[in-house]
Nanobody, 128 residues
Framework: EVQLQASGGGFMQAGGSLRLSCAASGMTNDDYIIGWFRQAPGKEREWISCISNSDGRALYADSVKGRFTVSSDNSKNTVYLQMSSLKPEDTAVYHC?????????????????????WGQGTLVTVSS
């Protein structure tokens, strides 16, 4: 069974750091993109980053650029989202998702409902 599992959320004070993980299993094709999304209470789901499994290229939303870094460890089939300089407005449920057969630039523009596979969310709470 192909699945994603996100973990690593928690409570952090503003200015702190957290690292989220997205473990993939059952992937039968390496040509996929892993995306990170977040959804704050009362707001729509927001794309924040994605990384290509084939070449490691990564993209970021302006809201997190310079503070968040996405990376992958293909030996562990895991993608990480290192979040630094956290702000209260980063409080949200964070999800990882996968899409196949697409460039990273196409994936960046892809509506959330078009992504092929979703993991469960992990809650990040940042206090001021």
């Amino acid at each position: 069974e192909v699945q994603l599992q996100a973990s690593g959320g928690g409570f952090m004070q503003a200015g702190g750091s957290l690292r989220l993980s997205c473990a993939a299993s059952g992937m039968t094709n390496d040509d996929y993109i892993i995306g990170w999304f977040r959804q704050a209470p009362g707001k729509e789901r927001e794309w924040i980053s994605c990384i290509s499994n084939s070449d490691g290229r990564a993209l970021y939303a302006d809201s997190v650029k310079g503070r968040f870094t996405v990376s992958s460890d293909n030996s562990k089939n895991t993608v990480y989202l290192q979040m630094s300089s956290l702000k209260p407005e980063d409080t949200a449920v964070y999800h990882c998702a996968a899409v196949w057969y697409m460039t990273i630039f196409q994936a960046m523009r892809l509506p959330a409902e078009k992504w092929h596979l979703w993991g469960q969310g992990t809650l990040v709470t940042v206090s001021s």
